[in-house]
């Protein structure tokens, strides 16, 4: 892009290229992110992606990164969306904007693989996913590459041990960097403490629960603990920011420098979609069965998981004959978190 405005082009036009993705991810965030995840999520997303120091920087300088943000970001969705249901389109649209990442920006690339090989630990290791499909997924995506990856090598190769980079940031200064140096360690330190309680709750050792007094009370247990689809979806994406500033680090240091921090920018926007889901709901939704309206002759009751997407259900209903209407978002039954769905004979 900064080609096209040197040949000509007026600089605000290539300024607004850059801008185009900020306003993508708005819309995004305002659907997608707010069905998902709720209004909170979506409102701190779009805070941090169009609000942040380095957003503000990126969203107008006519570099690609601010497209790197907006591909890697919507990839990193459509893996949850694969984690949640295993739907043909959603491997094909997470194959799709992992390639356009990947051919947005080597570190882009180098993001990405860490979804796939999440995806194919999954499959092989854990039995969570169809063995067929992510494996045909990811030589998809490597016959995709294919034909950039020979440019590829002949950049790695041109690169000198002298670049032109004179200093190689740290570990410490890249995580700063991912949210515009603004945390200071007191807010670092919320945030691990956010990340574990998470963790604790996803894995189910961490309960809410209420007591015969009717307090509300976290129960912490090591038995029964297992991996929801979230957890196994914010665990992939920290693994992709870790891994993707680790392997900048050690590879500048060990081989030649490669690496300043504005190359992590696209993988900002991953450590943007985990880190608003730490946020806490106001209020703790008690689900009691009795006060909920009489069902009507031929009407039902369905309770499902919290994570698992209304419009799934809805698909999955229909295609059983089924009408439904929501009316319990989020609330805690026992142990759990549901979602509560009236249903009627179509």
Avoid at 33 to 53: P, Q
Wanted: hydrophobic content about 50%; aromatic content about 14%.
């Amino acid at each position: 892009m900064g080609g096209t405005g040197a040949k000509g082009e007026p600089l605000a036009t290539c300024h607004m290229v850059s801008l185009i993705p900020c306003g993508l991810i708005l819309v995004f965030s305002m659907t997608a992110v707010w069905r998902t995840f709720g209004a909170e999520s979506a409102v701190l997303l779009i805070t941090l992606a169009c609000l942040s120091k380095n957003a503000v920087d990126y969203n107008m300088e006519v570099r690609i990164y601010s497209w790197g943000a907006l591909f890697v970001l919507l990839a990193f969705y459509e893996l949850y969306r694969i984690l949640g249901r295993e739907h043909m389109r959603h491997y094909i649209l997470f194959v799709l904007f992992s390639l356009a990442a990947a051919y947005t920006h080597y570190y882009c690339l180098l993001s990405v693989a860490f979804f796939y090989g999440a995806l194919l630990g999954l499959a092989f290791f854990r039995r969570r996913l169809s063995v067929v499909k992510t494996t045909v997924s990811s030589l998809c995506m490597a016959a995709g590459y294919m034909p950039w990856s020979v440019i590829f090598l002949k950049t790695m190769r041109r690169v000198e041990s002298d670049y032109w980079i004179a200093s190689i940031p740290g570990i410490r200064q890249s995580f700063r960097y991912l949210f515009s140096n603004q945390f200071k360690p007191v807010v670092w330190g919320m945030v691990l403490l956010g990340a574990a309680l998470v963790i604790l709750y996803e894995i189910k050792a961490l309960r809410i629960e209420r007591s015969a007094e009717g307090k509300t009370v976290l129960c912490f247990s090591a038995k029964g603990t297992e991996s929801s689809a979230f957890f196994l979806w914010m665990a992939a994406g920290a693994v992709s920011v870790l891994g993707t500033i680790l392997a900048a680090v050690v590879v500048s240091k060990v081989m030649r420098p490669v690496y300043v921090l504005r190359y992590i920018y696209p993988v900002s926007a991953v450590a943007w979609t985990i880190w608003p889901y730490y946020y806490p709901d106001n209020q703790v939704k008690y689900v009691n069965l009795s006060e909920l309206t009489d069902l009507e002759k031929g009407g039902y009751w369905l309770i499902v998981p919290e994570r698992q997407e209304m419009e799934d259900t809805i698909e999955i209903l229909a295609e059983q004959g089924f009408s439904c209407e929501k009316v319990i978002d989020g609330g805690i039954l026992g142990t759990s978190a549901v979602d509560i769905y009236y249903l009627w004979d179509m």
